[in-house]
Structures are given as structure tokens and as C-alpha cells.
């Protein structure tokens, strides 16, 4: 039997243990004690505040906008980007031809980056829709559908759909994949039409394809950044409760321009820890609620 | 032998990597218009001064504050880099080294000292007002020359709306608001300055005060909506509430807007679309009291880094750019814009710029008030109300509510 070295061990863990420490543990750790501070990313003397910047973020409609608009935004995409990905996966794993060229097709969009995807899309929805829309005369395309505070939202998630179903729709099809084909077989000849293998034999095969997936969507969509920027930079300006607010301004946009644009650390800090307990929150139900649908083979 | 050799290497490897220091100052660039000519005056410079200057360019809608203060937080801290009024000095006052008694100082009077000791180099005489096409003013037979009011300017906004085939105009103005374009400045700044500082002397601040202190001039502000709304009403809608940068300029440039709302940092743009047409100023004419006089100040600084190892090759470089002739002609020439230094012989080339050189040298200017508003207000607060009104959501009383509520809260931030 090998001698066992336990500092080997340690030695190889060390170096990833060390970035994980110093490039998530320590800026976390001092995240938090810089929420309850006024820090404005400069200066070098604090003082405390307490929970003066968690108060202020609850009373301030802009933060408020912004996490609703985040939850509206997180809800769209989740159900678009997996009925998309899901109905993709199943056409690219039936026998239509040509099916591995569309396979390939679907997830190219997933290689464009966040930064460039927006700007590219905001070209599309500012000059080329627009154009069309003057040309041929129709009435819808006549305002930018970014620069309307009722359909920004439905258009970020669209640009996002594109992007990323092709990625989610790959992990279908993986788990559909890894499903014995007899089981299929054996239930068309019992009779059952294709819906009806599809809800009762498929889906249940792949739940925790579902897991990965819907944990996946849903931190994507919470943490969306930089299709925002790009895209419509927090988009039109609204109303909210009276007071003006920017109309797609998500969270981590939000908390970035609290931060640095207006260089107020302390409360962009506290807004990021509450940011980060909800979506730690969501993840946690989300998972448990999927596991409990898993069924063993 | 082959620990010994392995050993060797890594020593070779180690000392191999420690630079053999040719004393490089790095430089922060906030003035996207000028990228290209900084870039070749560093370059030059540092061929002929024996040590580098790199350059670095974010702004233009990229975050330039945040790149600055990233560079900061991991340690690599830039020599040279920019401020643009009380915002920035209150953020970074603790590490700009004092510039008193350098010789470009004895050479300007815009040396930025707001408590005493000089930290600021001015980089450039800026101006901004409502620039027109001369061409097509003349074909609708309207002089500029009597565009001194408000009234005077409606009428002439009216005649060039009813003769947009004839002129190949869009619409009379080329305005823009919108948060997505990331021209939220052109309206909530630049525009807005009228409320600021328009017809007041050059270094009445009084306005300015009140709104430091959470107040507001109601009437002189509505004044100001009753302006915004002729601005907004006759401008390209597309312009206004979707367009970016290079969509206001390409509409004024090619021809299809008479006026348009912007500054001086705009000629090289209009240089490179070949825009050769007569154009100059008309102030900001926001009431009906006749005014000529555009908006001129130098609002960008060059602040040396106080903990920079490489001080004295910062304080050269700032020196040789407003002293010796090749800075200069950088400085008028290449980049276009107006030296904030006197004994400077050399003329801007863009027409805007010759306006703004001849405003602040005859003393026909009001100040910038916007520089001196909290960091973050004017884009995050006032950014969306300016853009609410564009978008006729908002009413003359709704604007100047949500303005005073806005400003309201400015002794919190």
C-alpha cells in the first residue's frame, strides 16, 4: 500500500486554495466590513457608520426599481432561455437533416461576448429595425424598442436568449442523450404520441439536467451586467414611484454606479451584500426544489 | 548537476524579469477626441526625452473613474491623470502633488488651486453653445447675428421646421438626452448650464451655492424648462431620445440638422467627416435678454500623482507640452484644442475652436457651473428627468419639480 503524504496534498491544493482566499475570500470579508463605512474608494481614513448604508438602501426608489426590475428581468429570461434551449434541443436530437450543422449553428452565438454582443444588438434595434420598420411602415418598429420603458426588459432578454440558449440547449441535449432509447421505443408502442413521451417520460429522465440548468439561468440572469451596459446602459429613463429612475437599470448596474460612478463605496458595498444574500437565497430554494424532482436510474 | 542547473536558471529567470527602469510615466487620458494626436505627441516625445510616455484612453461613455481607481487599487497607480473640477479634487486631494511656482503656472491663469496650492495643468480652453450651419441659415434667409434671444430663436427654429425639404434638414436642431447613448451630459450638463451660469458675470456662483445648499431659483428655472423645451421640441426625435455620440455629430455634420448643441471638442470629429461648411456659436440663449456670449472654461486638468516614484519626469513632460513649440503645436494643431496659455502663437484650426479662443480672449463668456455638483448627480440624478422631459413625460412644472426635489437632496450626498 502507497505511504500516504499528506503535505503533498497540501502542497498541490495550495496554489488554487491561495487565489480562491485572496481573490474571493479576502475582497468578501472585506466587503462587508466596508458596508458598514463610508468609504469612497480613496480615501484612507473610515468612519464607522453602522447600518446607516443597509437603511438609506431601502428607502432609495432608484435600488428598489432596480431589484424589481432585476426579479422581472430574472423571471422573463429563465422561462424564454429554457423553453427556447429545450424545444432546440429536442429538434436538434430528432432526426431532422443537417441536424449536427444546426447544433453547431445554434451555440456560435454563445462565443459572442457580453460587451460586443450588446453594442451589436443595439445597433440592430437603433438604426437597422428602425430603418426597416420606416421602410416598409410599420407602425411597431417606429420607436427603438430600447428606448421604450415597456418593452426594454422583453428586448435585453431576447438579445440574451439568443445568446445563451444554445449553451443550455447543449446541456439538453446531453441529458437526452443519456437516455436509454428503449424506454422511448417501449412507450410509442404502448401507444403514447410524441407530447406525451415528451412530458411524461423525457422531462422526468432529465431532471437534473433541469437542476443544472434552471441554477444556471437563474444566477445568469441575476448577475447580468455587461449586456446591460452595452445594450441600453441602464435604457430609458421612467418613472417609479414618482421619482425618476432609470427604466433596465439591473442590480449590479445599479450597485456599480453607486460605487464608482458616484463614488459612494459604503453603500454600493452594503447593496452588493444584499444582492448577494438574495441570489444566495434563490439558488438555495431552487435546487432543493429541483432536487426533490430527480428521479434515481 | 542538474539541481545545480536548475538553480541557475531560476536565478537567470528571476533577475532576467527586473526591469532596467528608463524612469516610464504612465498617463491617464479621459479626452477620447484627443487619443490619436496624445498618443503621437508621447510617442515623439519620448523618442526625443529619452524616457517613455504611455498613454491610456478610456472615456466616451467608458468609466473613466473607475478605471482610474482600479489602476490605483492594484498598486500601478498612473503619474499623469486628469480631474475635472471640485469632484474629482475632493476625491483625490490627498495625492496630488503641489504644482505652485512651476513655469507653465506663470504662463495661464486657469491653474486649478482651489484651496491655495496650485494641482492643476488646464489642458484646454473649452466652450460650448448652440453651433449653427451658416450655409443653411443663409438659404432660409435667417442671420445668426440675431439669435441673441430666446423669442428670436423659436421664430427662426419655426421657419427652418417649415422648410425641412427645401434645406435637406431632418429637423431644425440636432439635441441629445438619451441614458442609452450615453448622452445624458449634452442636456443634463452642457444645456443645463444656462440655469447655472447663463448671463451671469464669469465668477458668479451664486446659483451654484443655492443648489449646494439644496436650493433652487424656481423661476429662473422654469425660465430654463421654457429653453429645454424649444431645444427638445425641434429636435430630431431620433437623435434626441435613442442617439449616441457619432449620431448628433453625423446629423449636423452631413447637413441635416441647422444647430446643434455641443462644443468646441467636437472639430476634429467634423474634420474627419469632411464637413467644410461656414459654422460658428450663438450663446445659449435660454431668456429673452440678448446675450452673445458662449460657454468657456478650462474644466480638465492634468494632476500629477503625488505618490508617483517618477515625479520630476511628469512635471517636465506638463511643462515642455504648454512651453516648448512642438507641445504647443500638439496642443493647437494636432489635438485642436484652445491653449489655456498665453504667448502661444498658434491658431486652432476647427471653426468652433476659433470661436472659443475669441470668446475667452475677449472676456464674451459665461463660467461652467456643472463641475462644481457632486460626483455621480448630474449623470445618475438629473440624467433621467432631462431625458423624462425629452420624452414628453414631464411637464414644464413636473421638470422643474423633479429638478428641485433632485437638488433638494444634494446636501445628503
Redesign the interface.
Known sequence: MARRRPWVNVLFLAPVVLAFVMVIIVPFVLGIYYSFTDFNGVRTTLTFVGLDNYRNMFRDPVFLHSFLLTLQYTVINIVLVNVVAFLLSLLVTSDTPGRNFLRAGFFVPNLIGGLVLGYIWQFVFNNVLLDLGRSLGIAALSRSLISDSGTVIWAMSFVNTWQYAGYIMMIYVAAIQGIPANLMEAASVDGANYPQRVWKILMPMMASAFTVTLFLTLTNSFKQYDLNVSLTNGGPAALFMGKPSKASQLLAMNIYNTAIASKRWGDGQARAVIFFLVLVLFSLVQVWMSKRKEVEM | MKKIFLIVLAMVLVLGMSTTALADISLANLKVEIDVPLKAYAEAYSAANGFNVKVDTFGG?Q?Y??MV?AA?QSGEMYDIFMIEGIGGYN??K??LYDLTGQPFVEATSLAYAPEGKVVGFPIAVEGFGIGYNAEILEKAGIDPATLTTLSAFEEACKKLDGMKEELGITAPIAMAA?????MWWVAAQHNFNAYWKGNLAYNDNSIVELALKGEVDKERLTQYAKFLRVMCDYADQ?VL???NYDAQINLFGTGKAAFIQQGNWTDPNFKDLGATFKRGYIAEVWTDEPTTAIMVAAPSYFVVNANSPHVDEAIKFLNDMALTEAGQNYMVKEAGMVPAFSGVTVEPEGQFSQAVMKAAGSGDAFGWGFAEM????N???L??????FA?G?LDIDGFVN?VA??IATIPT?
Open positions: 461613455g468609466d473613474h473607475g481607481m490605483l476625491t483625490w490627498d495625492s438619451s441614458t442609452s447613448g450615453g431620433d431620445l435613442n442617439g457632486p460626483d455621480g448627480f449623470m445618475d440624478v440624467g433621467p428627468i432631462f431625458e423624462l420624452a413625460q423633479m426635489e433632485a450626498l
